[in-house]
């Protein structure tokens, strides 16, 4: 089982023999070959899942964490309790999460993000941090999305917006500017309306 | 290579050493390390070429499947003959797929899912299947795609849709209501209109 | 370490121990078993970062080739020096790619694509080269990106079109005909603007 360096694993976890845990990220790998029992490792809390896929060394997530197959966390991301990691879910480095989130097959986290808890990304939800990538210095603006928020499937958030408390982004949409709180964002560009009764509820995990 | 429990592989295949052959689903996990023996296993038809992917434990694919890498068939879900399973294809559980589909790069089907025979998905186009995810109990409302209907890159079909046979979703088309048989569906969120000359004819393969 | 046949690895490389470096095209697939030192390979340039993922036989990439985990580099792709290759990114057979790109998480290149230098291509934006898939004999229209050009997160492109020098692709556009040269392409489908002075600059990269 590939363990790397001082990874730390909690109680009662099924990890698979072919996950990378605790895999050096970019400023260790020259560790890899010549003092690999330095590299810092990941943390992982009880309880938790961990099919086939990456977990950085520096990283941590919670108690009960369940992956997919083919998922990457970078250095430094912070993930609480309860969260599910879905196929091919990419969370860049020096993220910030919740606990109870569930990120759906294919979603994108880039670096920075903050996100709160109980915030549902559907498949293939993409999130943005640049807004002038390669043409300027690297200045990143990173997304804020808020407790209970929904991200539908392929939407596109640009950066530095925030998402608010139990907002509704619809599948597809691609949201150029804050959505309030209990709003429902759809369309390209988003247009904002009421949420529909049966979105008035805060998400039921956790 | 990684071939779990009772997995049968057919004749004159190509299966990749790397490859996760039945493997367990979470139900199942539990045996690994107890009775790796009474995994379930998948079934594999003969004259398919396996790359580095995970089959689950119980699905089933037919005759002269071929796949990309790093794709993920789940548990209970049966593929026909003569369908590409693309590079990072996800393909959840419980779905019903026909002969002769091609699934190509990132396409993400969901739980539940049925599909018909000659489908055409372009990359990254999502299914989904819950208009309501974690507000609600869960209260899946799966797709239909019917047979020779083409589905462009990108595209996004909400939960519980049908789409006719020959139907024809452009890329980037985000789908929010049923589309009728041979008919052209594009924008977002899409408009129908009818189809041009040059496709109205059933797909080629098969 | 997975290196299959005449694959060539310049100096100073990281090559990760699971990557699949010049792993068998399809039509070479047979020489596993029966002669595996006939697979052609592929050769790496110096200086370059291999995470775990994999490049076909015949394929090439230049120096300082840095890659996230779980790419795909397909047969007859050549690819200049300086590129980085994110992670889930696939790059189909026969491209033609330039110096100093920028490819993020899950982004989608096609079958005979022409790249030119300095190019970024946001998190999971999908090229595509087929108007009729599976409709019609197969009959590709690749897409050309011209340098320092910009495609945003989720961007589309449809099959044979130009994106010119210097153009930006906003995220989630839709694009359906050629972008001239510095100019702004967004909405679904993509209407033309001129440039904000902010974007008025070629990229920063080589």
Same mark, same amino acid.
């Given at each position: 089982?590939?363990?790397?360096?001082?990874?730390?694993?909690?109680?009662?976890?099924?990890?698979?023999?072919?996950?990378?845990?605790?895999?050096?990220?970019?400023?260790?790998?020259?560790?890899?070959?010549?003092?690999?029992?330095?590299?810092?490792?990941?943390?992982?809390?009880?309880?938790?899942?961990?099919?086939?896929?990456?977990?950085?060394?520096?990283?941590?997530?919670?108690?009960?964490?369940?992956?997919?197959?083919?998922?990457?966390?970078?250095?430094?991301?912070?993930?609480?309790? $309860?969260?599910? !990691?879905? =196929?091919?879910?990419? *969370?860049? #480095?020096?993220?910030?999460? %919740?606990? @109870?989130? +569930?990120?759906?097959? $294919?979603?994108? !986290?880039? =670096?920075?993000?903050? *996100?709160? #808890?109980?915030?549902?990304? %559907?498949? @293939?939800? +993409?999130?943005?941090?640049?807004?002038?990538?390669?043409?300027?210095?690297?200045?990143?603006?990173?997304?804020?999305?808020?407790?209970?928020?929904?991200?539908?499937?392929?939407?596109?958030?640009?950066?530095?917006?925030?998402?608010?408390?139990?907002?509704?982004?619809?599948?597809?949409?691609?949201?150029?500017?804050?959505?309030?709180?209990?709003?429902?964002?759809?369309?390209?560009?988003?247009?904002?309306?009421?949420?529909?009764?049966?979105?008035?509820?805060?998400?039921?995990?956790?």
């Amino acid at each position: 089982m590939p363990i790397f360096g001082k990874s730390k694993i909690g109680d009662s976890c099924f990890i698979d023999s072919t996950a990378l845990i605790g895999y050096p990220h970019g400023a260790e790998l020259n560790l890899l070959k010549e003092n690999p029992d330095k590299i810092e490792g990941c943390e992982i809390g009880n309880d938790s899942t961990i099919r086939p896929g990456a977990i950085y060394s520096t990283a941590k997530v919670g108690n009960g964490t369940r992956t997919g197959h083919n998922f990457l966390i970078r250095e430094n991301t912070i993930i609480g309790d $309860g969260c599910l !990691i879905g =196929t091919n879910v990419v *969370i860049d #480095n020096d993220c910030n999460i %919740g606990d @109870n989130c +569930s990120f759906q097959t $294919g979603a994108y !986290i880039p =670096t920075g993000s903050k *996100i709160g #808890n109980r915030v549902f990304l %559907g498949p @293939n939800a +993409s999130l943005t941090n640049d807004k002038t990538p390669l043409r300027t210095e690297y200045n990143p603006e990173p997304i804020t999305i808020e407790d209970d928020a929904t991200i539908g499937s392929n939407a596109t958030l640009m950066p530095g917006i925030t998402v608010g408390k139990g907002a509704f982004v619809a599948g597809g949409a691609v949201v150029t500017k804050d959505v309030p709180a209990w709003t429902l964002a759809k369309g390209c560009p988003a247009i904002f309306s009421e949420l529909p009764e049966s979105l008035k509820k805060p998400n039921r995990l956790g």
